[in-house]
């Protein structure tokens, strides 16, 4: 019985469920379902959240992607799947300066097993964000972690676009990975449609970097010193142990890690001076800074030998043009005024699981980036309005 089982177990891992694979097979050249949802627009509209003027704004932008949807070419009726659009998302003010949301179109296949078609829990989506910029910007580039650690305002390199019209402004993943979107390794493209004349991204300025760097460093100063209270606790416990009849047997060896502890102390508060120093340049640095110089976009060049990564000695001379440029999202990108449109921004990418299917798109992916390039993005952006 345990030779079996251990065959069974080699079997499973060589050919992973290749039987049930077998079994499932795509009903390509069947009509799918287009499942239209009928409740969002009595969801909003009720809603106490904002006044009415901004409920029927919002509610106008999302009828308009749910319009848009429904009236897609590709799924009329869709061929080999079924597609499903719902709303998620908060039209709560109280707590939120401006309302966001996602429209998520869950296209699944159509597969035959058994003698009988049916819906496959897997497949892909297709996805609207409304006014979620932050979720969107959250994870990109190299910064991130560290802007994330210090309360630091998100900054990153300059993302590549690869296609902009005046409706739209897309960027493509194959050069930008999101942890949140899983994709193909050919990479998936990101259009932002944006309802404002104020730019979506903005330079980050050279006195905005050195802040940075002085953030980091301080913080670094503040791990030292927690370092140095833990290490004089620790000092604290072995003194008290070596007085303990108990730890008698080891007392010697206790007796001797107190001077490396001391050491160690020491090594950390002479680090701190080191930065401190560090800070002190900046600062000065920053301070002596022109007005012009301070506003100027922070370029880096991340070939050039530095001590830190992303350093200080990487930073560009001002007016020159190599490395790469960082940006921010414009912090005043939204208007928040009594008049202003409810959805700002609408970011438009599709996603689909990574693992199970070739590096070549199926006909599902390829029906899902026809749906996303041929949506009428100046209708979106409309809808805005």
């Not at 966001?100 to 009988?116: D, N, P, Q, W």
């Not at 899983?182 to 944006?194: D, E, K, L, Q, V």
């Not at 050279?206 to 980091?216: C, G, H, N, T, Y």
């Not at 508060?269 to 002190?280: R, V």
């Given at each position: ?153 998100l900054f990153f390199?300059?993302?590549p676009v690869t ?101 160690q102390i020491e ?119």
């Amino acid at each position: 019985m345990k030779l079996f089982f251990k065959i069974f177990i080699l079997l499973s891992i060589t050919f992973p469920f290749s039987s049930f694979a077998q079994s499932i097979i795509h009903a390509t050249e069947l009509p799918g379902k287009l499942i239209k949802d009928t409740r969002v627009s009595s969801y909003i509209l009720n809603s106490k959240a904002m006044p009415a003027s901004k409920l029927n704004s919002y509610a106008k932008t999302v009828n308009a992607v749910f319009n848009e949807m429904y009236s897609s070419k590709e799924l009329n009726p869709p061929q080999g799947f079924d597609a499903k659009i719902a709303y998620f998302g908060t039209i709560n003010l109280l707590k939120e300066k401006i309302p966001y949301g996602t429209i998520r179109s869950y296209f699944r296949y159509l597969v035959k097993k058994g003698g009988t078609v049916k819906t496959s829990m897997d497949g892909t989506d297709l996805n609207f964000e409304l006014n979620n910029q932050n979720g969107f910007f959250d994870h990109i580039g190299n910064f991130s972690d560290q802007c994330y650690k210090l309360k630091f305002p998100l900054f990153f390199e300059q993302l590549p676009v690869t296609d902009s019209t005046s409706d739209y402004m897309e960027i493509n993943l194959k050069y930008y990975r999101f942890p949140f979107i899983s994709n193909n390794t050919t990479g998936s493209p990101i259009r932002i449609i944006a309802a404002n004349n104020k730019p979506l991204l903005v330079p980050l300025t050279r006195k905005e970097f050195v802040q940075f760097l002085i953030a980091r460093e301080m913080q670094r100063i503040k791990e030292n010193e927690e370092l140095i209270a833990d290490e004089k606790k620790q000092i604290a416990e072995t003194k008290k142990e070596i007085e303990d009849p108990l730890f008698k047997s080891v007392k010697e060896t206790l007796e001797k890690s107190i001077p490396s502890m001391q050491q160690q102390i020491e090594k950390l508060g002479n680090n701190n001076q080191t930065i401190q120093t560090k800070i002190a340049d900046l600062e000065s640095m920053m301070k002596n800074m022109s007005i012009a110089e301070a506003s100027s976009p922070a370029r880096l060049d991340e070939n050039k030998p530095s001590d830190e990564i992303f350093g200080l000695e990487q930073l560009v001379p001002v007016g020159r043009k190599e490395g790469v440029m960082l940006t921010k999202v414009n912090p005043d990108y939204y208007n928040f005024s009594a008049n202003a449109p409810a959805v700002q921004l609408i970011t438009v990418y599709y996603t689909w699981p990574t693992g199970i299917t070739s590096s070549e798109p199926d006909y599902l992916q390829i029906a899902t980036m026809k749906v996303f390039r041929n949506l009428d993005y100046h209708k979106l952006k409309e809808s805005m309005k």
